[in-house]
T-cell receptor, first 111, second 116 residues
């Protein structure tokens, strides 16, 4: 099983600012995924990040709002841009095909 | 269309009772994977089990057991002799081979509260 480290674990941000979340995997993986979990809701996939190519975004999510980097096979970042209170959620990264292990999540509150 | 249905929103039991969480899925793939995760109040998602579509053998791990029935497209999860530490939100998820990146579709989750 992969060990996935995500940081920050939580943050409180002012509206209009941006936050970058980092996800580090202890082994090389082809696929990394970013999910959003709004309060009291299930997880929704934001995008799939492959090394060396543009991220693939799900319906309702756009690159300008959630830019993603994937510089190598063990690391990815998700930026939440121009934040509003509606962006308050837990953001989770996941790694690997089929294995689907998750980082501990980033609990974001936008005020 | 919802691919994973967890019809039970909340379940409350007294410690030592058994609790069964239902999960019904929908897919046209012959190869797929089913998962259960536990999310305690701290928020992290804890992997519990992965089952592939070709393995219908039921599994037991300590107080946890899983019943996979392809005929009814169900993958139910039972906690035996529940404990307060089992209180959490439990998610069932599906990963389909037809989706190139095997991304997960999650059910809505079932909140389990175990009372002392």
């Amino acid at each position: 099983s992969a060990v996935i480290s995500q940081k920050p674990s939580r943050d409180i941000c002012q509206r209009g600012t941006s936050l970058t979340i980092q996800c580090q995997v202890d082994s090389q993986v082809t696929m990394m995924f970013w999910y959003r979990q709004q309060p009291g809701q299930s997880l929704t996939l934001i995008a799939t990040a492959n090394q060396g190519s543009e991220a693939t975004y799900e319906s309702g999510f756009v690159i300008d709002k959630f830019p993603i980097s994937r510089p190598n096979l063990t690391f990815s970042t998700l930026t939440v841009s121009n934040m509003s209170p509606e962006d308050s959620s837990i953001y989770l990264c996941s790694a690997g095909q089929v294995e689907a292990f998750f980082g501990q999540g980033t609990r974001l509150t936008v005020v | 269309a919802q691919k994973v249905t967890q019809a039970q929103t909340e379940i409350s039991v007294v410690e030592k009772e058994d609790v069964t969480l239902d999960c019904v899925y929908e897919t046209r793939d012959t190869t797929y994977y089913l998962f259960w995760y536990k999310q305690p109040p701290s928020g992290e998602l804890v992997f519990l089990i992965r089952r592939n579509s070709f393995d219908e053998q039921n599994e037991i791990s300590g107080r946890y057991s899983w019943n996979f029935q392809k005929s009814t497209s169900s993958f139910n999860f039972t906690i035996t002799a529940s404990q307060v530490v089992d209180s959490a939100v439990y998610f069932c998820a599906l990963s389909e081979s037809s989706l190139r990146d095997y991304k997960l579709s999650f059910g809505a989750g079932t909140t389990v509260t175990v009372r002392a």
